[in-house]
């Protein structure tokens, strides 16, 4: 489970269960939709961009070979166009 953003009560943790289901808790403070849009605008306004790798699903496999092998310049984007069936 990832909490992103603050909730507004306190949450309970069953500590046996993150245990023994070998699962884990973590949290991000990126904020929410409203924060996301605003730094999206921000970005554009100041024509700062992202490099990424854009590749087909097709190719998931061996961008993951890639990862394990440090072979990878930018982040990897999957183009959702390619899930389509032909």
Do not use: W
Not at 10 to 23: E, G, K, T, Y
Not at 27 to 39: A, F, R, V
Not at 64 to 83: G, N, P, Q, W
């Amino acid at each position: 489970m990832i909490l992103v953003g603050a909730p507004d009560k306190p949450h309970a943790v069953a500590a046996f269960s993150l245990i023994l289901n070998r699962r884990s808790l973590s949290g991000s403070n990126i904020g929410g939709i409203t924060e996301t849009q605003e730094m999206l605008d921000f970005c554009g306004k100041h024509n700062i961009t992202a490099d990424v790798e854009v590749i087909p699903i097709q190719k998931v496999n061996e961008a993951y070979e890639r990862l394990s092998r440090a072979d990878v310049k930018y982040r990897f984007s999957i183009d959702m166009t390619s899930l389509k069936s032909k």
